[in-house]
């Protein structure tokens, strides 16, 4: 039987913030690409960071593209280790770095087509940050907001590929929060299906969306210790929204 130690060793050994961490070894030829992957779907909450400091949303997503399309390239060039850590803390001290140097001088001289903007980024910065306190936690709540985001889209995909659609429609709301009486009943009338499967429905809806983030966040780390710091940092920022500011 295989040690857990060994398990745990294939189960991070190609997550995407691994493979950028084997570059100075020669072992990982897909690095630069892994870390394009992480930099397209962290976008927003290194954007939600700038616009915290002040910045207005076209100029955020200028220094966005800019940061994002410089640290990747730098990384292509350099062919150095990153610091050894998890990708979320690896970003904000990057772009810590990059906004306290030359980056006025780097706006409109690093650019990429293949790092456009997603297209409601100022949208959600205004929903989820408007009462963040600081810069960098609009930045951990983005980090987290994101997470779920990419959870719920890969879970909303599956319900689809299975024929669900429908059913996933009516239970999404409760993935965070229980049904007050009397709506199973009624979402049971509209869906023809019997109540105690719709909350055996959503129990296994609930669990692979759990499932399905906790696979996002593990491409942000190499060790089971950091997926765990991960976990505890989502959960964190998660129950820091709920509180009124």
């Not at 709301?173 to 959503?202: F, Q």
């Amino acid at each position: 039987m295989m040690a857990a130690s060994q398990r745990s060793h294939d189960r991070f050994a190609n997550t995407r913030w691994s493979m950028v961490m084997q570059q100075a070894s020669g072992d990982s030829p897909g690095a630069s690409r892994a870390l394009d992957e992480l930099a397209q779907r962290y976008w927003y909450p290194v954007y939600a960071y700038v616009r915290r400091c002040g910045h207005a949303p076209a100029i955020a997503q200028d220094i966005t593209r800019t940061f994002l399309h410089r640290l990747i390239t730098q990384f292509q060039r350099s062919h150095e280790q990153p610091p050894h850590g998890h990708f979320r803390k690896f970003l904000l001290g990057q772009l810590n770095a990059f906004l306290g140097g030359d980056w006025r001088e780097a706006i409109g001289k690093d650019t990429s087509n293949a790092l456009a903007p997603p297209t409601d980024l100022e949208i959600r910065n205004q929903r989820d940050n408007a009462e963040a306190a600081s810069p960098e936690h609009a930045y951990q709540r983005s980090f987290a907001f994101e997470v779920l985001a990419r959870a719920l889209r890969r879970l909303l995909s599956e319900a689809r590929q299975t024929g669900h659609a429908e059913m996933f429609d009516a239970l999404q709301p409760y993935l965070s929060r229980d049904p007050v009486p009397g709506e199973y009943e009624v979402i049971a009338k509209r869906l023809h299906s019997p109540p105690l499967a719709l909350v055996l429905a959503l129990k296994r809806l609930r669990q692979r969306f759990r499932e399905l983030a906790s696979q996002e966040l593990a491409d942000t780390v190499t060790t089971a210790e950091e997926l765990s710091d991960e976990q505890a940092a989502l959960h964190a920022a998660l129950r820091d929204s709920q509180t009124p500011q």
